[in-house]
């Protein structure tokens, strides 16, 4: 069974920044791993997808340019950056991963994922 292990979060101002780090076990052998989020009395939205080999990042439009995702596959790690933080950033943020589907157009079905983590909060105030 793939364990996935998210990390980094806590409160920021906004305007801060905050990296996010999401451990998948030894095993997984995805081909795409994304971030998502819920913040309280809402629904759970995607913020940003990636391919096994670093290929094709998709960002939530509402993002611009302020999130950047990465990973390290010799630690089984991804990571997301965010930046210039604001308020309605303040959300559980949730990593997953897919088995078969890769990080295309499409990404942001949550079906698509097999693997989620228990999240971590990210507080922003203002």
């Known amino acids: 069974q793939v364990q996935v292990v998210e990390s980094g979060g806590g409160e920021v101002q906004a305007g801060g920044s905050l990296r996010l780090s999401c451990t998948a076990s030894?095993?997984?052998?995805?081909?795409?791993m994304a971030w998502y989020r819920q913040a309280p009395g809402k629904g759970r939205e995607p913020v940003a997808c990636?391919?096994?080999?670093?290929?094709?990042?998709y960002y939530a439009d509402s993002l611009g340019s302020r999130f950047l995702i990465s990973r390290d596959n010799a630690n089984h790690t991804m990571f997301l950056q965010m930046n210039n933080l604001e308020p309605d950033d303040t959300a559980t943020y949730y990593c997953?991963?897919?088995?078969?589907?890769?990080?295309?157009?499409?990404?942001?079905?949550?079906?698509?994922?097999?693997?989620w983590g228990q999240g971590t909060q990210v507080t922003v105030s203002s």
């Open positions: 997953a991963t897919s088995l078969y589907f890769l990080c295309t157009s499409g990404w942001k079905g949550t079906n698509r994922y097999n693997h």
């Open positions: 030894s095993s997984s052998d995805d081909v795409a």
């Open positions: 990636i391919g096994r080999n670093g290929q094709s990042p």
